[in-house]
């Protein structure tokens, strides 16, 4: 008897930020509205809540109370599916709000993070906006002409936005970030991340700021001068490729071998299968209803984070409220995207813009 017979939900990790916000509203919504085990701390800027954080606890079935981390130790593929050999849970995802910049950063390839920060990942990411004000930007790549000699005597002095591309994101626009890009986020964002479970982060331009602990926050710039890749392109706004279903629709929006993305709106009952070879999440974007397989049901509702592993079989949706997903997952890039893409007919010159390597 598998331990994993159906659907279960993990806690929201929020994590405070100087570049935070008090309200995220509507996907959090205030904590006196929400049930106890799900608060953000009251009063902090929160900037980040975290999905898939190894201290995510299990809110019911078989591992209720561990945290994502022991359960994943202790579980394996079992947890996470024939396909992903490692003890940690593959994939980590986060909503960022943004009030302010980010710092100026870059992040390993895997080879390099073995050598110099062992134990741990390289970064490979990407950024799906869900909410973009209008004085919304981010930093991506550096601008034509600017030479690498150029960035440390400008993280020296707190100006290298000025040597990196500037673009003012939209509404459910999707960017892919190689390791080794140059990157920031800017004020006025709401974004969903997904990377490989890794935080190795360099920073390298802070703007002088103090963080929360009244101190100038550590820069990473030799390791970061020695990961930047001046060549690396902008690979930003890519294409939509939205098919219809029968349950309402689904967006593909992309995928490499670290992690995939879909979007799915369900509008009426829609059932779907799990995967012997890997586990999915499910983050409730908008909507509520309820998760079904032969073991009972569940409710969900917006904000809240599901895990599908690999032994639930058959589940159904039934939305009470027309509902958005972000489904995440470590894809067979040729049999989940490559193959189905093009039973539908879309373009294969499309699709190599949403597939990647």
Known sequence: MPTFSGPVQLSNIYKPKIWGRRDLAPLFVPAETRPKKVQKPPGELIGEVWVT???????????????????????????????????RFPILAKYIFTSDWLSVQVHPDDAYAAVHDP????????????????DAAILLGLRPGVEKQQLPPAFRSGTSRELLQSFHPKP???AFLQPGIIHALGPGLVLFEVEENSDVTYRLDDF??????????????????????????????????????????????????????????????????SSPERVDVLSILEGEGRIENESGWLAYRQGETWLIPPSAGLYRLAPRLDTRILKFY????????????????IDAAIVRQIVFE
């Not at 809110?59 to 109370?65: D, E, F, I, V």
């Not at 134990?119 to 209008?134: H, I, S």
């Not at 392109?233 to 929006?253: C, H, S």
């Open 172 to 174: 459910e626009e999707a």
């Open 208 to 273: 002088g700021r103090m963080g929360l602990d009244g101190k100038p926050r550590p820069l990473h710039v030799d390791k970061g001068m020695e990961v930047i890749r001046p060549e690396l392109p902008a690979l930003r706004d890519l294409p939509r490729v939205d098919l219809q279903e029968k349950y309402g629709a689904r967006r593909m929006v992309l995928a490499c071998r670290y992690f995939a993305l879909e979007e799915l709106t369900v509008r009426q009952k829609a059932n779907f299968q």
């Open 119 to 134: 134990g741990n990942l390289g970064k490979c990411e990407m950024w799906y906006f869900l909410k973009t004000d209008a």
């Open 330 to 345: 470590v894809p067979d890039i040729e049999r989940d995207f490559r193959e189905p893409l093009k039973r539908r007919g």
């Open 53 to 87: 954080d190894d201290t995510s606890r299990f809110l019911n079935g078989p591992a209720a109370g561990m945290t994502l981390g022991e359960a994943s130790e202790k579980f394996g593929r079992e947890l996470h599916g024939s396909s992903w050999p490692g003890r």
